[in-house]
């Protein structure tokens, strides 16, 4: 194997010193990231660095250590330890939303109830309230809707009946109207 010419030789190094220096600046904006607090992902650690993110991928290790440092807990600026994430406040905040809705339906429920016992309280000490014995009317009140009801559906059974004559009484009429006429038009014989 022959030895690589000093201009390829030299070009080899160049690259190395660039991925070295690119490499360098991934490395001090993970630790700029993790001091500061902010935001820890391929994208906002290759616009920090001023690369590619085609460069993180090409080189795992620092892909890795992108990963982990996200997965940790951010800690505040000042290392007063941990800084609540954007997920977790996202995570509070449907979690609250959620209560808040059950929490006012609880609320509806309870106002309804408190209406409807102070209502029946208010009917009763004023002395208009209906009578004592509401279950026996409200049964009356079923029983003679029932019968409104069996009275219509024998109206209509009479009135599709009294109908079934009418068209049958017509058909009779027509019949008769031509028979009639047949026998106007022929002559007697």
Not at 89 to 117: G, K, N, P, W
Not at 132 to 158: G, H, P, V, Y
């Amino acid at each position: 194997m022959t030895a690589p010419q000093p201009a390829v030789q030299a070009m080899v190094e160049g690259r190395r010193a660039d991925t070295g220096r690119r490499r360098q600046r991934v490395l001090s904006a993970l630790a700029d990231a993790a001091k500061s607090g902010t935001e820890v992902s391929v994208t906002a650690i290759a616009r920090h660095a001023g690369v590619d993110r085609t460069f993180l991928y090409r080189h795992r290790d620092l892909l890795a250590q992108i990963h982990a440092q996200a997965a940790e807990p951010v800690t505040a600026p000042g290392g007063r330890g941990p800084a609540v994430s954007r997920a977790s406040l996202q995570a509070d905040l449907l979690a609250a939303d959620v209560r808040t809705a059950r929490l006012a339906a609880h609320v509806r429920r309870i106002e309804a109830r408190l209406s409807e016992v102070l209502g029946e309280q208010v009917w009763r000490e004023s002395g208009v309230g209906g009578p004592e014995d509401t279950d026996q009317l409200k049964a009356r009140i079923t029983t003679l809707e029932q019968q409104a009801i069996d009275l219509e559906l024998k109206l209509q059974e009479r009135d599709d009946d009294l109908a079934a004559a009418r068209a049958a009484n017509r058909e009779l009429m027509a019949q008769l109207n031509r028979h009639a006429n047949q026998s106007i038009t022929s002559p007697r014989g």
